[in-house]
């Protein structure tokens, strides 16, 4: 398949200054009505990476020399912490493990971090669920150095047995009819009633509180999420629907009203449903304007997206992640997305950034560099 125009340029300014915070892990399947069936813990790796870990990321800019960060489970199904800094990676086993106990064996993750305004101090959230699939949260303000435990994990917010998925916005804006024009946080997840859910936290509160409920979507599939533009104040959210079709959703948060946009302070689901046809319950993973997701043939395709107004369509091209010599992923991988910059600082050139997991214990990563795709296999060690 060709490669599309524009894949490895940040020309796009909507597109450049968008955030991800997207996570995902594999699962089993859908047809008319979300797959409630869980799938059997995931505990078939002895070393490395859990086979059917989720994976998560974030950037940190480090004296404007962005430092990558990714979040999985090991075989023990502790979270532990991988870093690039300079085109290197690092971390894994080699260091702690920012959650050592009471997690489920293939809980989805999400993270986020953003700068308090008030403070001005950067903080770092990690969401994974307990044993009990109950929502937790932990909270880093020293550079990751320690985490300690946030008001979720005292909410009692259960999610589905097969939920595979989390995702986290930052929002400086609206955050819904229960927080108003207050910064704060956005987490989206598959409930007990398989459909994804929101939930809301204003900065300096003790506490979480359900926002919306996304009636007739999947929630034991992907979801991937954007930070709302801090030019045009749209975020963007992409979930399965009950048919396994891929849907996008965008959230107006600070625009006035205009025939083009959607109700200021909802989300509003776009109108058009994405051309590809995904694997069963696929992961999701957005960055850069490109929507990853794994094919029934259980190779990895991005579908350009667009933000959505409401009579056209949010879809562009699809391309295949890597080619059709490069090593598929495992069932139900693990789709994760992220941009890598190639330069010395943030203003450098972007370029798409994909995760996966090809077999039990191993993580990879494959970008394309101008058309050689560079596949790397990420230290996490094996004890």
Known sequence: MEEAAGMHTSNDKY?????????QNGSGS????????????????????????????????A??????????????????????????????????AVVDFNTKPGTPLACINYTDPGTNITTAHLFYVNPSNVLQEVISTDNLSTWHAGPLSDSNFTASTSAIALAAIYSEFWLGKNMGNSSGLRLYYGATDNQVHELAFALGSTSWSLQSTFNATNGNAGISASNPSPHTGEALLFMMDTQNQIRVWTLNSTVKPDPSFPTYGNWTQASKISPVVAFE?????????????????KAISAVQTYPPKLNGSPWGPTIYVGAPDVEYAQSASSVLAASVWMGDSIESPWYLDIFYQPNGSTIMECFDMDGQYILTQLPVGNS
């Open 15 to 23: 597109q450049a200054e968008l955030t991800t915070a997207n996570s």
């Open 30 to 61: 859908s047809s008319s009505e979300p797959s409630s069936n869980a799938p059997a813990p995931p505990t078939s790796s002895a070393a490395g990476a859990l086979n059917g870990t989720a994976l998560t990321t974030f950037h940190v800019d």
């Open 63 to 96: 004296n404007h020399e962005p430092v990558t960060h990714i979040f999985y489970q090991d075989y023990k199904a502790q979270i532990r912490r991988l870093q690039k800094i300079d085109s290197t990676w690092s971390g894994g086993s080699n260091l702690p």
């Open 281 to 297: 319950n696929s992961s999701l993973g957005y960055a850069q304007g490109w929507l990853s997701f794994q094919e029934q043939s």
